[in-house]
């Protein structure tokens, strides 16, 4: 795994890009959570579960279906997040996929079981950009876990940081063109507030 650190990257780039009127703070604490809980399969070395059983560490937990389950989770609850059940799915669904993406592009351990149930088989990208993390926590914070901050930093921050870019600017475009947000909306209200209007 990219380390614990790492992962809440994509939804606080993307959450803090499009700004709290789109992604509401509940929804990108939310999504931050949601983020790193696909670790949490650690526990199973604890039980005994082998890594490369389905419910082993990158198995059920880091698949799309797993993402899909907590994005609906999301949506159940949207009210409670101040957010539409839309984007509350979207935004979850996002954040936990793509720990699993991120997992992907590392260069250790086994690969990740994506398309669990659909097949157990583990899947890399082609291309293992990031240096993979430590498990155990002391080394992290060794002379390993520097060389995984560095890579980190140039495979996960700063692509972070280009999305964050690029949700500002689709959020001022969606402020500058009310035909993409908020038309029919508008048009719904001034329809209300003139009630002689041919309908
Ligand atoms: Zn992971």
């Known amino acids: ?23 509401s703070r509940p929804l990108l604490l939310a999504g931050v959570v949601a983020s790193v809980l696909p670790d949490l399969d650690v ?17 059920i937990s880091h698949s799309l279906a797993f993402a899909l389950l907590l994005g609906f989770f999301a949506l159940l609850f949207a009210r409670h997040l101040n957010a539409s059940r839309r984007t509350a799915f979207a935004f979850v669904f996002v954040a936990t996929a793509s ?3 991120l997992d992907m592009l590392t260069n250790g351990g ?9 097949s157990e088989e583990r899947f890399f990208f082609p291309f293992q950009v990031v240096e993979a993390s430590p498990l155990s926590v002391r080394r992290v914070f060794g002379p390993r876990g520097a060389a995984v901050f560095l890579s980190e930093l140039l495979w996960v921050w700063l692509p972070a940081a280009a ?9 001022r475009r969606m402020r500058s063109n009310p035909s993409i947000e908020g038309t029919s909306t508008s048009k ?8 002689h209007v041919k309908r």
């Open 99 to 101: 720990h699993g993406l």
């Open 188 to 195: 719904l209200r001034s329809l209300a507030a003139a009630p």
């Open 43 to 59: 526990l199973a070395f604890r039980f005994g579960i082998a890594y490369s059983h389905a419910a082993g560490h990158r198995g």
């Open 163 to 171: 999305v964050f870019v690029a949700a500002v600017l689709v959020r």
């Open 1 to 23: 795994m990219p380390t614990i650190l790492s992962h809440p990257a994509v939804p606080l780039a993307l959450g803090l890009g499009l700004g709290s009127h789109i992604v």
């Open 110 to 118: 086994m690969g990740v079981a994506l398309l669990w149930p659909l």
